[in-house]
Each structure stands twice: as C-alpha cells, then as structure tokens.
C-alpha cells in the first residue's frame, strides 16, 4: 500500500483533504493519525483571517455548499501551535498555502520550508470563496505558472499544486503548473454553486455562492483526473466526492496516484481509515 508521491513517503496513498480535517487535534481524540497516507491541513495565510459570516455551510442533494472564506489563525499561531501538535505523529504534513498575492504565498512558502516538520506544500489556487487572490491565480495559466515558480524559488519542500475545476479546460493549468515546476497536481477543490431558500427567497449562504463538494462532484472529478493524468507527467492526487475504496479506486484507474478523502469526514468520521482497508482488495 505504500507509495512516494512528489518524495513524500506514505503508507498508503489515502490522505485527507484540506479544509476537512482542520489542523488533526479534533481528529486525533478519535483514532490514531498515523493510520493515514498524509494529513493535507486547513489552508495557511501569512495574516489571520476569520472568514465570512454565516451561514456559511449548506446542504445539498449528495453533497454540500461551503463559504468558510479562508478562515485560520493564520501562519505565526500555526508555526507556534498546530504544527507542534502535528509533531507528536508520524504521518506526513503536508500544509495547504493559499494568500491574496504572490508575495503572501511566498512569505508562507518560505517559512514552512524551514520546518523539518513540513514534508510537504499544497498550493492552494482554487479557493472560490475570497475576493482577492487564490482562486485568481488558478484560473489563469499565466498566472499560475508565476506563482509556481516564486514558490519553488522559494522552497525546496514538494510543491502539490491544488487545482481548480472552475475553468473551461483544466489541463491548460495543468500544463502551466508543470511546466513552472509542481513536484505534483491534485485536483479538484469545490466548483462554485448556488442554493436559494424558496420560503425566503433569500439565498442559504450570507456570501450567495460557495464551493460544491460531495458525491454530487465526483464523475467531474473523475473526468477532470483523466484529463489531466493524460496531459501531465507528474504525479496526480484525485479529490472529489470520495465516500468509498471503490471510489477511490475508480480515480485510480482514471490516472490518480493517490487520493484524498474531504467531504466524507462529515458524513463518517472513520472513512478514509474505511477506504484504505478496502483499497488492500483491488492494490
Ligand atoms: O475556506 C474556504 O472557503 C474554502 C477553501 Br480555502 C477552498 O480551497 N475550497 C473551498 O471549497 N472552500
């Protein structure tokens, strides 16, 4: 079950995806986080931020809405607590950076590659929930490969470049990444979507869209993978609506290297150590 993945050792190829499992504490109190491949964290900015204001999640048919709008504590509290806390596992780190412009990304980048701790970086360029920044950069191959590049300068940590769906073809951006040096793509953050509440007439969420993630995204996501995996040769991490080892197995067979497991933590929280056992039949 082992694999390497941009060298990054894991016992097994099912990690969990950012935004899902904050930073493990809550997690670890339920079982032991060293049963998984890798953790990928909540997303890192170089200031706090609180996010939006609520409601900022929803749920939908076979999936959810979210709005969380970048909220963490920001780079100084995750140097001088959260990744401490990490330090007592095993499992690799690997923290997700996402920021308003190049430098912010680059001031994260660079002090995360100073952390032995770190074992590796998920550029985040597919938030749809902030104004400024982030997913900007993801939708836009010019942009995306100056990006990449300023955080590989920056870093000698495995940069994962996290991908967004919100595009007209993804293996344009695909191709910028790679070509600005991605160790590894993973793919696909949420797809931005809308609900509406007909009694109100008001939308659900205080920001009127958010990103669809869930079992509702998952033939996207699958689809997106196979495109990808064709274009690129770096190694590709599928996410989208994983809930089972058979669906991870089926983003396997459409290119993935790896897998990770998000919205299905809120449904089980024992899902993806589920999905590794299950995956034991069809490795
Ligand atoms: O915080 C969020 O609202 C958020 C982020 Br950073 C992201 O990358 N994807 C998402 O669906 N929500």
């Keep these: ?3 390497e993945i941009a060298g990054i050792k894991m016992k097994n190829p099912v990690m969990v995806a950012s935004g899902t499992f904050g930073f493990g504490e809550e997690y670890s109190e339920l079982y032991d986080l060293n049963r998984l491949g890798a953790i990928v964290t909540k ?6 931020r609180e996010g939006n204001p609520p409601p900022r999640i929803v749920e939908t048919p076979a999936g959810m809405l979210n709005s969380i709008g970048l909220q963490n504590d920001g780079l100084k509290v995750f140097l001088e607590k959260h990744l401490p806390y990490l330090s007592k596992f095993t499992v690799p780190v690997i923290v997700n950076v996402a920021g308003e412009t190049l ?12 952390e032995n701790r770190v074992d590796g970086i998920e550029l985040n360029i597919s938030c749809p929930n902030v104004k400024k920044g982030c997913m900007a950069f993801g939708i836009d191959p010019k942009l995306t490969e100056e990006l990449v590049k300023a955080a590989k300068k920056a870093s000698k940590k495995p940069i994962i470049v996290k991908l967004s769906p919100n595009v007209t073809d993804i293996t344009v951006i695909a191709k910028a990444a790679e070509k600005a040096g991605a160790d590894a793509l993973s793919l696909i953050n949420t797809i931005m979507g809308m609900a509406i509440d007909i009694k109100t007439k008001k939308p659900k969420l205080a920001m009127i869209t958010g990103g669809l993630s869930g079992p509702a995204i998952k033939p996207i996501a699958v689809r997106m993978v196979w495109q990808v995996a064709q274009a690129v040769k770096v190694p590709v991490i599928g996410i989208g609506g994983i809930m089972t080892a058979e669906d991870a197995y089926e983003f396997m067979l459409a290119g993935a290297s790896a897998v990770q497991v998000g919205t299905a933590n809120f449904v089980d929280i024992e899902s993806p150590l589920k999905i590794i056992e299950g995956l034991k039949k069809y490795i």
Excluded at 43 to 48: E, G, H, I, Q
Aim: avoid cysteine; charged fraction near 25%; charge should be negative.
């Design 43 to 48: 997303s890192v900015t170089l200031l706090p």
């Design 103 to 114: 430098d912010e990304y680059v001031d994260v980048v660079k002090a995360l590659s100073k």
């Design 1 to 3: 079950m082992g694999i």
